[in-house]
């Protein structure tokens, strides 16, 4: 498994101390809540920030764009220093173009579903992608419930991956934690974001060991 933690749950007020966490805390990604008040109704970090973030870590940063019309930015978010980005399935007119482009620009493609978005959508894209990011919350803010029905679609995507033989990793994001982990591995989420769990908890870094501990005692 791997840990995303969301650094949208962070003091945002001190993103390097945030960063610093996720390093000790064995993090493998740092997930990257880019969101511009009009596909969801908050307003979050633009890629000069994504820039900052990047240069003050190895690791790499996944770029979850819940914005209209991603092809507009997508340069400069590649640019910035993203390692993953996933595109949101509702903003995409062009898919194919824009999964071109992010491979193009030497980071892993991916592409996002809300959670009333069926999975069977990306039948005939999934060899053009790198991950399938499942939302497990309507996106917009940290700190909301899990939706349980998400996992029968982390084991649709995950026949789906398996029949055609391919590599594609699923991240599942939105309230994960201590009580939700667990069965989103077993569901097949091999990239579990998780925000509140760990950066509302007293101490981060036992937050993500936890959470790993869980995750991989499941499997
Ligand atoms: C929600 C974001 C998530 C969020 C996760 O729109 O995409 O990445 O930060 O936060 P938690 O883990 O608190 O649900
Ligand atoms: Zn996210």
């Known amino acids: 498994m791997k840990l995303a933690p969301s650094i949208l749950a962070a003091d945002l007020a001190d993103l390097a101390a945030a960063v610093a966490q996720c390093e000790a805390g064995g993090a493998d990604l740092i ?17 000069p920030v994504l820039a900052a973030v990047a240069r003050r870590t190895a690791l790499p940063v996944d770029v979850h764009l819940m914005v209209d019309d991603p092809g507009r930015l997508l340069d400069d978010y590649l640019d910035a220093g993203a390692g993953w980005i996933s595109v949101h399935w509702e903003t995409a007119s062009h898919l194919d173009r824009l999964l071109a482009r992010i491979r193009a620009g030497g980071a ?12 069977e959508l990306l039948t005939d894209v999934l060899p053009q992608l790198d991950f399938v990011l499942l939302m497990s919350v309507n996106p917009g803010f940290a700190g909301q419930p899990f939706l349980p029905y998400v996992l029968d679609k982390a084991r649709r995507l995950r ?24 069965d989103a591995v077993v569901a097949g989420a091999g990239v579990c ?26 499997l």
């Open 31 to 47: 997930h990257f809540d880019v969101m511009d008040g009009h596909f969801v109704p908050n307003l979050t970090f633009g890629a």
């Open 108 to 119: 892993r493609a991916g592409v996002a579903l809300n959670p009333a978005t069926p999975v």
């Open 159 to 182: 026949a789906l991956v398996a029949e055609r033989q391919l590599a594609v990793e699923i991240e599942m994001d939105g309230g994960l934690g201590a009580a939700t982990i667990r």
């Open 193 to 218: 974001v998780a925000g509140s769990a760990i950066f509302a908890h007293d101490d981060p870094v036992a937050a993500m060991g936890h959470l790993r501990q869980l995750a991989e005692t499941s």
